[in-house]
Structure formats: C-alpha cells, structure tokens
C-alpha cells in the first residue's frame, strides 16, 4: 500500500473549492488541495477571526474570509467542514449564493442526520455529496492538520437518491487525489457501521477516563503514572474534540444505543464469567479477538509495530 | 526524562540471577540485565522446548534448562514470569532447591493473589519481594521482548510485612537499574490501582473487539476497513496474550468487578443523555477527560504525538 501521494494532477478538478470550517479536517484538506493541485484557488471560510488569522499565518488557502455569501459565491464546490451540529444552519446560510452547478459536499462523522438538515437547505441547481474520510487524530484546530490526513484512509460517500452521476464522479476522484479509498454506500448503512468502529469506541473511552478521575481510593497522580499498562491507549481518543463528539452522539442516537446495548449485552457475560471464575469463556473471548487485530494490520489500517510503535527509537538499540 | 539506559553497573547486584518462563517480559528482563551488567550469570528456564530453543538462539541468557531444581540452586535471585495462574506450581516445584539467603521475585499482574499462592511454598531462608512491571506490548514469546522495555516505566513492589528491608532494596536497585521507576504499596492497593489502569481496559478493548466481530449488519470487512475510526486503538490491547489476562481476571476478581460497576454506572449516564438529547452532559464529560491525557504526556507516561504517532512519517513531507 502506498505511503505517499501520487503525482499531483495533471488537470484541476475545480477552478474555486471552498472549504467552510478550516479545523482539523478543514485544514488538512486545504493542504492536501494545494499540494495535489486539485483546485486552481482555495477560499478558506471560519466564522472565528482567531481561525482565519492562522489560516492567513499558514498561508494554506488564497483567500480567508468570515463572510460566508462572500466567500461561496465563485465556488465550484464547497466542502463543509463544522461540527455537524452545525451544518444545517451554515448550509441555509449559504444556500443562496451558491453558483449554478456547485457541488456541495461535508465531512461530517454522521450522515442520515446531515442529509436531513442539509439537503433541504439546497437550491436543485446544485448537487449534494455527503462524504466522511474515516481520518483523524486528538487534536483539533488549523495548527493540527496535515496534508498526509487522509492518505490510504478509507473515505464513504452517501449521495441521496437522484444525486448526478458526475457529481459523485467528481468527489470520488477529489478524495482519491487526496490518497483515500472511496467507498459508497446509503447515509443509514455509514451511521450503523461508523457507530461500532468509530462512536462507541470514542464513548467507551471518554467514560473510562471519567470512571478513572472520579475514584476515591486510588489517585488522579496513580492513575497517571501507571497508565502504560493498557490505560494511556484510551486516554487518546477521549482527548478529541468535545463539540465534534457531543453533535456525534446527538446526531447518532439510535445505532449508538443499539451498539451500545449490544457491548453492555456482552460485557455482562464477561462479568459474569470472573465472578463465577469461568477461565474457559474468558480465553475462548481473548483468543478470537487477536483474529481481528492481525486482519488490520494486514489491510494496512494500522501498523504491526509493537506499542503503536512508542518504542521504535528503543528497539534500535536493544 | 531520560530516553536511554544510564551506565551499566560497575559491581553487578547478583553472582548467578534466574528466570522462569521466558517470555516478552521474562525475555526482556534478561536482555536488560546483561545490558547493564546487573548479574554475573543468566541462567533461563522454561517448560517448553520451543522457547528453550529460541532463548539459545537469541543468545540472551548464559545457561538455559528446562529442569527448574537445576536451575535455581545457585540463583541469588529468581524471577518467576509466569502466567499469574501458574506461580503456585512453579513456586512449590522451585521451593526445596533454592540457595540460602536467594530472594526470589516476580513480574506478576496481580499481587494479593500471588502473596497467597507463592509465600506459603517458599523457606523461611528466603526473601519474597512481589513485583509488577507496568509495561509491555501486544506480542508474546522470547522474540517478542527488547531491553528497553522497562525504561521510564513504573515496577510496583509489594512486599510482604516483615520482608527484609535489604532484599527489598536490592530489588529496587535491580528495576531502576533496567531504567525503572520503583514504587512501594500493599498488594491489596496495588490490584486496585491496576484494576482500573490496566484491567478494566483490558476486558473493555476484548469486549468491543468481541461485539464488533459479532454484528449481522455491519461485516467483518467493514469493520477493518473503517476501523481508523477509533476501533483499531482497541485492538492492539485485545491482541494480548489471552491466558496471562484470563489468569489475571481470575486472580483480581473483587477489584475488576468493582472497577466494572463504575464503569457500566457511568456509562448508563452517558448512554441516558445520549438517549435524552442532553448535548450539556456530554460536553462536560468531554472536556473533562481531556486533563488526565495532558497529564500523562507532561509526565512522560505517553508521547504527545498525534495519533500515537502513526502519521510521524506522512507529517515530515506535508
């Protein structure tokens, strides 16, 4: 599997691509523009003078402004890049100004609830293609992106019904320009596949940690310091953006709670195996989840490097 | 905080150190200790040929023997890296060939458990100082182990009352010597403290692992291919070695159940809010969680890399 980009291309996609948003993704996407040359000019639009005040430092966009109208109107395609929360008033907010013929598309880690806040929004002159590049770290902000975000990731688009062939033709070779895999499938398939590989683990880690702070026998200091033994793995993911993750969980109720029920069905039988000290339950659970493990790796969704590799540099001098 | 081993010793701690069961942390442990000098002689036992033979082959130890009476009996210090579930056996089968005056250790994940099934086996002209090393990767076996596996890491020492307070510091001299930091608690405290940092999220990454591989509408493919998500964090840990985790669940039942009950109360909440639409309750448990992260990187308990650093390589050409 590749690790680097491929050429630049030869012919941009776009004459002007809009990026609302200019966060983690946002600006990861308008590195990743510039460097592949997928558009000839890149309009970063924040609503926060903070955000386009770094945009402008970075210079990773032609042009940064808070004026939303302003800021779409010569687009050929706008890309929304906000909490998904947000996304319906930001798309009413623009829907006006867009030119004839735009493509809209977003980043939203949901989908079922985005294409009902935003497609409504929409003049018919335009075409709608919902996306999710399943890509990101714990950090959030235009300081944090990196035009490699998305390379070998996998990106799901979910046109509604009636969406322009070419339309999602177009997103399709946006994202594989930008090193992903690109993968279509309904809005209501993504948010039931997303809420077990993506919503439940965040979920599950932030209320670990929480469980964590809040112990009265052991310390705030213990849980830090000995958090190599499995813990610190969690405490990653329940460090991302607390905003992004509340609209998730809003937007994503019902496949959240049935996964949800699911893993607490589950644990309940682990439970019940150590308090009935059942050791063959518990090896026959831990043995086929390595299975797994070993199929990531493979498809290079992660990589074989022990520890996630925290121990490179010391295993060179072991 | 230091990223590589001080000087080894000038005067080694120990004539003739043994070690039980040599697997990543029992192979480890003898790599660091010839590194840094710390014992004139390595002698490994193990039960399995296999492992005997790959021991020989990596060269990590100076004698090697699968006859435990034999390979104790001129051993100033013994280490038992066993699976919790076996120290009892191995301890009762070591007992009447040990040298006079030995101390005899361990690397054990739970320790109340273990004073109960080793201290009872062993002569009183022994010492017994229980011992974890919080540390360690997702592989198993000889290859598996590297000397710096134990740098910057805690080891927790739970000694027994009554227990010497020479063999204890000599104990701790032969930790930090392989980089280690020491601390000194009860084993009661200890399998509470390690319930929550290592345990809990053992048995959670195992159980989502588990419930993801079980879905009917979400396949298995799907699952790997988005797993970037925040699952494939998961997975590293559920790849563990499962009869070391079915022995330490076992063995530290009361604190994990009692650890469990927090977490599954905890996550009623979060799940009612979900289920409610409380978007304030979770934004809080959110942001919160964000500290203890801070934390552990300040303290150099995790790198403060994004994503763990996977991207490492892809930011340098970004």
């Known amino acids: ?117 935003v497609a409504p929004h929409l003049p018919s002159h335009v075409s709608f293609v919902p996306a999710h590049p399943v890509a990101g770290t714990e950090y959030s902000g235009p300081d944090a992106g990196f035009s490699t975000l998305f390379l070998n990731r996998w990106c799901i688009l979910t046109p509604p019904d009636g969406t322009s062939d070419d339309a999602i033709a177009t997103v399709r070779a946006l994202w594989e320009a930008m090193g992903s895999n690109v993968e279509v499938m309904s809005p209501e398939h993504h948010d039931l596949v997303l809420a077990v590989t993506s919503h439940l683990p965040h979920l599950i880690a932030y209320n670990i940690v929480g469980t964590a702070a809040d112990l009265e026998a052991v310390t705030q200091s213990e849980v830090i310091k000995f958090s190599a033994g499995g813990f610190r793995d969690f405490t990653r993911i329940a460090a991302s953006d607390p905003i992004m993750w509340r609209d998730v969980f809003l937007n994503n109720k019902d496949a959240v709670l049935e996964m949800l029920g699911r893993f607490s069905e589950d644990l309940s039988l682990l439970q019940r195996a150590i ?44």
């Open 1 to 117: 599997m590749a690790d680097h980009f491929g050429s630049p291309l030869a012919k941009p996609l776009f004459g002007t691509l809009a990026i609302i948003g200019l966060g983690l993704i946002g600006s990861s996407i308008a590195r990743a523009i510039r460097q592949q040359k997928i558009a000839q000019r890149i309009v970063a639009i924040d609503a926060s003078r903070d955000v386009c005040e770094r945009v402008r430092a970075l210079s990773i966009a032609d042009h940064v402004t808070d004026d939303i109208a302003a800021g779409v109107k010569d687009a050929d395609c706008v890309i929304l890049c906000v909490p998904v929360g947000r996304m319906g008033e930001i798309a009413e907010a623009m829907a006006g100004h867009l030119k004839h013929g735009a493509i809209v598309s977003d980043v939203g880690s949901v989908k079922t609830a985005i294409v009902t806040q």
């Open 275 to 318: 308090r009935f000290g059942d050791g063959e339950t518990l090896f026959n659970h831990f043995t086929r989840t390595r299975a797994i493990r070993r199929s990531i790796i493979e498809t290079g969704q992660d990589s074989a490097a022990p520890d996630f590799g925290r121990h490179a540099k010391d295993s060179a001098s072991q």
